[in-house]
């Protein structure tokens, strides 16, 4: 679940709004980010938790597996001991066969309940959040494997892939 490309989400992109094929564009950036995060050490059973110094954990939940598709849970956990509010907290799907990784809204806002389909709009929003989340976390240092792949520099080409 590995993959050299640089988890930047690629400004054009961003400009493009949510047309389908940004959409997926995005999706990709969102699974090459992912993949660093978990480093070569997966699959995982049931999850992990990773630990940057002192900050607050990441935790990782597998939810589902299936053939061509994994459905985590992946949150920090903040406040105090006895009353952890898990922020953010999403659902993701990875689509390990298209090497994407779509967030699902998590937990099902009151007003959704009843339409669980998302706009493509929102979807974008949704995965925005999830690369620049995900680009911090590594930033930050967190990782799920011992072995996570190196990073291309933020100042690299976004979108750019490497060479094989």
């Not at 390990?96 to 998590?106: S, T, V």
Request: with cysteine; net charge positive.
């Amino acid at each position: 679940m590995s993959d050299p490309s640089p988890p930047n989400i690629a400004p054009a992109a961003i400009g493009r709004g949510p047309s389908l094929a940004a959409l997926m564009a995005l999706y990709e950036q969102n699974y090459a980010a992912l993949c660093h995060l978990l480093g070569r050490r997966g699959p995982f059973p049931n999850g992990a938790v990773a630990r940057s110094g002192r900050l607050p954990a990441l935790y990782l939940s597998v939810l589902e597996r299936d053939r061509f598709t994994t459905t985590y849970h992946l949150t920090h956990r903040f406040g105090d001991p006895g009353a952890l509010q898990p922020l953010p907290d999403l659902e993701l799907r990875v689509y390990h066969d298209a090497r994407q990784c779509e967030a699902l809204w998590f937990p099902i806002p009151a007003f959704r309940r009843g339409d669980p389909m998302l706009a493509s709009s929102e979807r974008w929003t949704i995965n925005v959040m999830l690369g620049k989340w995900l680009r911090h976390c590594i930033d930050q240092g967190y990782g799920f494997g011992t072995d996570s792949l190196p990073l291309a520099p933020r100042s690299q080409a976004a979108g750019s892939r490497s060479p094989d």
